[in-house]
């Protein structure tokens, strides 16, 4: 299945979500609104890029530094908190988050890599990709990351993976 009959897939269950990323997987959001039907699916987007943002997001500071599991996972439940909020009578609610470390204009210390989480009424799954240093450039880190976003809320939507 391609990118944009995954989308289409997404947004033709009845899950609605409200999704946020903090330094990678931004390309997941154009991809969303990129295929007719976003409306179905899209609650709200936030980018909490400044510390202040994701302190806001979370209702304090990050549990585990900024990219980390325990990171995503809080962010993930903070946007299924809002998904509520936001659609108080809808049973089927996702709260959507990645946190990533990808290249930037200076060096990382340490590794490139990214958590996805998606928190649901049934609890939180997470994923964590890894990145080679050096082998992408950020657009193409950006794609991994956002590749990685799609296929866990198209699992989360109850939807099978392509074989």
């Known amino acids: ?21 903090a330094g ?7 991809d969303l609104l990129d295929v007719p039907g976003a409306s ?5 987007v936030r980018v909490p890029y400044a510390h202040t943002a994701m302190v806001d997001l979370l209702g304090g500071e990050p549990p585990d530094g900024a990219v980390s599991q325990l990171t995503a996972e809080a962010m993930a439940v903070a946007c299924l908190e809002r998904a509520r909020f936001l659609a108080p009578d809808h049973p089927e609610l996702l709260g959507v988050a990645c946190t990533a470390a990808l290249v930037s204009d200076r060096p ?6 990214a958590h996805v989480a998606i928190a649901s009424a049934a609890g939180v ?11 992408l450039d950020r657009p193409g880190e950006d794609r991994v990351v ?18």
């Open 125 to 135: 799954r997470h994923e964590r990709v890894g990145l080679v240093k050096g082998a």
């Open 40 to 44: 179905r699916t899209l609650l709200e």
């Open 1 to 21: 299945m391609n990118q944009t009959d995954l989308v289409a897939a997404i947004h033709g269950t009845p899950w609605l979500i409200v999704l946020a990323v």
């Open 146 to 163: 956002a590749d990685a976003i799609l296929r866990r809320l198209a699992a989360a939507s109850g939807l099978q993976p392509s074989a």
């Open 24 to 30: 990678g997987g931004n390309a997941a959001i154009t």
């Open 108 to 113: 990382k210390k340490g590794e490139h890599r």
